[in-house]
């Protein structure tokens, strides 16, 4: 299984606290994934901050006319510095997701660590030489985009 690593850096202008309270509500996922991706929240619908155990059911379309429902767990948590998610059901062989939190002089610094597998062997590494890594990056780009948005006053 080949694993790949993707890595982001955001600095907002916020506190570490305000951009905590942000991240760990697993409802504004949705609000930092393309709409490409008709990405959705099932479960939890009301849940305010993400804690070790919780599962995280999401609708999502990687390609046009196929939805698939993706269970995500979240396995660590630290409050107000880091939590990881990690796929339980879904397109990969593996997601593990870690979200970092760092106060700076100028805001918060939010670091995404990201290792996944496709499965498939050789046709998930032509998957993803050919749409997969294409979405990630677009994915990323827009969250860091989005967090600027969000955040910038």
């Given at each position: 299984m080949?694993?790949?690593?993707?890595?982001?850096?955001?600095?907002?202008?916020v506190g570490k606290?305000?951009?905590?309270?942000?991240?760990s509500n697993?409802?504004?996922?949705?609000?930092?994934?393309?709409?490409?991706?008709?990405f959705s929240n099932v479960y939890p619908l009301d849940a305010p901050e993400v804690y070790p155990g919780m599962l995280i059911v999401?609708?999502?379309?990687p390609v046009p006319l196929v939805k698939l429902t993706w269970v995500t767990e979240i396995t660590h948590v630290l409050p107000g510095e880091r939590f990881v998610d990690e796929?339980?059901?879904?397109?990969?062989?593996?997601?593990?997701?870690?979200?970092?939190?760092?106060?700076?002089?100028e805001g918060t610094l939010v670091?995404?660590?990201?290792?996944?597998a496709l499965p498939l062997g050789?046709?998930?590494?032509?998957?993803?030489?050919?749409q997969v890594k294409g979405q990630i990056e677009e994915i990323f780009a827009y969250r860091k985009a989005r967090m600027k948005e969000i955040f910038t006053r």
């Open positions: 080949k694993v790949y690593r993707k890595e982001e850096r955001t600095l907002i202008p606290d305000e951009a905590w309270e942000f991240f697993p409802l504004n996922l949705d609000a930092l994934t393309p709409a490409s991706m008709a999401h609708r999502v379309s796929q339980r059901h879904g397109p990969f062989a593996l997601w593990h997701h870690i979200h970092e939190f760092e106060s700076t002089d670091r995404d660590i990201l290792y996944y050789f046709l998930g590494r032509i998957a993803h030489s050919l």
